[in-house]
């Protein structure tokens, strides 16, 4: 079994680096093959290339790697903040480059005016958000424009049924016994997507 954990953070002390840490090891104890990307650390690229105009194929071999470890996850587990409702623009060139015709979906007649299949054959994905936002203000005021991406936009028209999203914060202020609780939320919401 295969999984692809993504942390889309600036900073490896931020809790979505724990998140993610946290996932990875719930899925390494249960004797998954882990493709763990920081793209920060990795100095991912997220800019769409004027060489990758028709993005079927890069000459990024980090992108090629990317685009294969997806396309053979059984899990996928996405880790960012909110950023202004969005996930990090390198995020966002991310899920660009790398969930592109042939890899996250593709058309059964070959032509963009078909309806679009998704080809992931991951059986599930999670997205653990961060925020500083109150949730009821965050709700009231902005919505849940992240639930609509990754669910909707994303991991639907990819193909992926089975889908959590958990937003965690705010963590601005949150105590050391808050965040080692939400760790352990995360943690288990892994092992229910995995059992």
């Known amino acids: 079994m295969h999984a692809t954990i993504i942390v889309g953070h600036p900073s490896t002390s931020s809790f979505s680096h724990a998140l993610a840490a946290a996932a990875q090891q719930v899925l390494v104890e249960r004797g998954y093959i882990v493709h763990y990307h920081d793209l920060y650390a990795e100095r991912f690229e997220p800019v769409l290339l004027g060489s990758e105009s028709a993005n079927v194929l890069s000459d990024d071999p980090l992108v090629e790697q990317h685009c294969a470890e997806i396309a053979a996850a059984d899990l996928i587990v996405i880790c960012h903040p909110n950023w202004w409702g969005q996930p990090p623009a390198i995020l966002k060139g991310w899920i660009d480059r790398v969930l592109r015709p042939g890899v996250g979906y593709d058309y059964r007649d070959g032509s963009p005016a078909d309806v679009p299949v998704g080809l992931l054959r991951a059986r599930a994905a999670l997205v653990f958000n961060t925020s500083n936002t109150p949730a009821d ?54 092992k229910q997507h995995i059992d």
């Open 137 to 190: 203000r965050k709700l009231a005021v902005f919505g849940d424009p992240l639930e609509t991406i990754w669910r909707n936009c994303v991991f639907g028209f990819c193909g992926v049924r089975r889908f959590a999203r958990r937003v965690f914060g705010p963590v601005f202020g949150s105590t050391p016994e808050v965040r080692s609780h939400w760790l352990v939320e995360a943690a288990d919401l892994v």
